[in-house]
């Protein structure tokens, strides 16, 4: 089931993806998911951003060498 995340003025995608999903490589999907805001830079606060369930992506630059 996909969360709600409500805005607080100032917040962008970039900033929503981090308090989300714990980094900014997710702001894509977010995107993705919120077509309507994509004309958006920075939100007003109270807009209701759809923030959908997926397989958290494995980020293989923090990952030490052996492990890539």
């Given amino acids: ?18 308090k989300v999903y714990g980094s900014e490589e997710y702001m894509t999907d977010l995107l ?8 958006t ?4 606060a109270g807009v209701k951003i759809i923030c959908p369930e997926f397989e958290q992506k494995i980020l293989s ?8």
């Fill in 61 to 68: 630059y923090l990952l030490p060498p052996w492990k890539r």
């Fill in 41 to 44: 830079v920075i939100f007003s």
């Fill in 1 to 18: 089931m996909d969360k709600i995340y409500s805005t607080i003025q100032g917040d962008t995608f970039d900033v929503i993806a981090k």
């Fill in 32 to 39: 993705k998911a919120n077509q309507k805001y994509n004309d």
